[in-house]
């Protein structure tokens, strides 16, 4: 596992880079489909069960998108409201990025089809591919924009419709995935509180072990490629597990270093929720209470790119988040990719 990159804003607990900026999330929105698929629903689908699968994952149940739904859709459902609860009108939007590993298509960009949708005329749109880690990446890389003054308003997307490339037949993956999105918007609001630090991580040389192997350049769709089940989400488990705890853990310990923070400062902990056990295996190392953790796999299952953007949609809604507490987010994905960040609310 790579060693963490030393970050060039150091103490950014400081809020403002030597620009004199400061990057804020001024509002968050989320979306989930109104269809819940339950365990008990996939005991009748493959060989499982609803035990096995709570106490293997935690998880209960999970969305799945309607058939004319893409992410595209799910995405700016998100969008609207977290437009709606910042006061932000589309047409105020500089860029907006979409981090999902299920675009509605190879190209155009769900970036550029949510633009479309919101009536964002004046952003710049494209995609982010960091898989599950993908709502930090675009987190950081957003507040790259706002920080050098490029854009006043990025709005940041993590959005799957994973029910589109999870293969039905097998109960090592079809358990744990569901559907829905995640919005943020970042302006540059001086002295205010905001994103103290975000970092990012890759290992590419572990990216065979959760891959969709089909349709791509490599092995372009043809009979043969679904014959072979290769458009399907693909997943070394155990293997993903372990280097998913190790790699949180190191996230954690490199962002909470770069704002010289302790874990015990922080009110609120989203993990990226793909497993409970994972989730429980992270907190222990890092030092953290059981209190501090928002969890909500129950109910949504592992969704990627959207995982941590509902979770802290949802957390800021239940009033686990109020003004001024320290929040750190946590993610691990396909690449591998894994990432922190460290927001003051
Ligand atoms: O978002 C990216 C990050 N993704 C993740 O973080 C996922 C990481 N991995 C995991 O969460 C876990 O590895 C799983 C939940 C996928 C699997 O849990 P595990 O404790 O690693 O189980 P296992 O793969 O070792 O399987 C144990 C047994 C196997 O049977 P045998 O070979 O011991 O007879 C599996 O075939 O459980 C079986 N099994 C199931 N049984 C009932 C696997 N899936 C199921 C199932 N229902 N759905």
New binding site residues.
Partial sequence: MNAPTPNRFRNPRAKHNYLGQSCSIVAVGSYVPERILTNAE?ERL????DD??TT??GIKERRIAAADQATSDLAARAALKALSSGGVAPAQLDLIIVATVTPDMPFPSTACLVQQKIGATRAAAFDLEA??SGFIYALEVGQQFIMSRTYETVLVIGAEKLSSIVDWTD??????FGDGAGAAILQNRPNAHGLLTAYMAADGSKGNV?CVPGGGSRQPASANSVANRLHYLR?D??E??KN?VQAMHLAAREALQRCELDISQITCIIP?Q??R??IDAVAERVGARPDQLFVNLEKYG?T?AA?VAIALDEAVVAGRIRRGDLVLLLV???GFTWGAAVIEW
Avoid: D, P, Q
């Fill in positions: 996939l493959v060989e499982t069960s096995w699968i293997r994952t898989a599950c109960r090592n993956t079809c358990v744990l959760l997943m488990g155990k993903t597990f998913a990226h793909a497993n056990r994972i592992n990627s995982s691990f994905g396909a």
